[in-house]
């Protein structure tokens, strides 16, 4: 997931670039990474569905090398989608954290997280929020390895979220965005900011940061997106002098920072960041919550 106020649309054309004699990044809206081991390969996410996946495919094999894992670095719709047909296709192992494992399998926990725990409406059920079930046959946490990749837990923009690393380099997931992505009008997602600032200090200590969405040449990434999250939640704290509810509290952010909100979908992507940036907010003593009226208010401290 990237940036609310945006939905996947259009055309890709997916093209492999070597950082490396070993690291490679398919690269789209959706960046995919490759690791090689001599001939095998592990492919890092799987896009957002068949047709993405198939073009992976084609490329690996092209390349003369036999895919062996995949790897999926968070449970979102727009890194797990092909994985039903690369499972399909090949034999792949699959390899995840526990805690996204059980949205791979059961990927309405997706649309269902978002919309509260009870069950989504249509506009969360498109392939942006809704992925088809498939296998997770390997379990990695902070520290596992393959060999000289190492697993990095970088949560922050989903819980159970992964990087991973080799030297000075490592693929970074969503915990960093591309520039182009932060400068458009908007707000890129997150479930939980003080997560997500501790992943950025950990990212500091390589030469290079890979995102998911965004140019793989980029420096700076990681103060860019530091400052970023620092702008929203200025913006909402300032916002809260006043006394509102979570609803209103929207609604005046996405009239602030003219975001262009065009999709059900995607407004509740927009509220679970907005959610985030309150509860963290309230743990660093910045702002409180209470009820009035029947409704939860948010004010700043
Ligand atoms: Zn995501």
């Known amino acids: 997931m990237e940036l609310v106020g945006t939905t996947s649309k259009g055309r890709f054309r997916l093209e492999l670039i070597w950082l490396n004699d070993r690291f490679g990044v398919l690269h789209d809206r959706t960046n995919l990474g490759l690791i090689r081991f001599s001939k095998d390969v592990m492919l890092i996410d799987s896009g957002i569905d068949e047709s993405y996946a198939r073009k992976a495919l084609k490329i690996i094999s092209e390349n003369g090398l036999k895919l062996r894992w995949l790897v999926n670095t968070h449970f979102h719709a727009d890194h797990i989608g092909g994985n039903l047909f690369i499972q399909r296709k090949s034999q ?139 702008f929203v939640a200025e913006k909402i704290h300032s916002l809260l002098k006043e006394p509102m509810s979570e609803e209103i509290l929207l609604s005046q952010l996405i009239e602030n920072l003219q975001i262009d909100l065009q999709d059900v979908g995607v407004y509740y992507l927009l509220r679970m960041t907005v959610l985030a940036y309150l509860s963290w907010l309230k743990k660093i003593n910045k702002a409180q919550i209470y009820l009035e009226k029947g409704k939860t208010v948010w004010q700043s401290l």
């Open 92 to 230: 792949v192992q699959t390899i995840a954290h526990p805690l996204t494992k059980p949205f791979v399998e059961n990927p309405i926990l997706e649309p269902m997280s978002l919309y509260c725990g009870a069950n989504p409406p249509d506009q969360l059920r498109s392939k942006l929020f809704l992925a088809q079930p498939s296998e997770v046959h390997v379990i990695v946490e902070n520290g596992s390895n393959f060999e000289d990749v190492q697993i990095i837990e970088l949560p922050g923009h989903a819980p159970g979220q992964i990087g991973l690393a080799l030297k000075d380099l490592i693929f970074a997931a969503d915990s960093v965005f591309g520039i182009e992505i932060l400068g458009k009008k908007g707000i890129v997602v997150y479930s939980d900011i003080g997560a997500a600032l501790e992943s950025l200090e950990k990212l500091r200590g390589f030469d290079q940061c890979i995102p998911s969405h965004g140019s793989i040449s980029e420096k700076d990434l990681v103060q860019m997106n530091k400052s970023h999250i620092e």
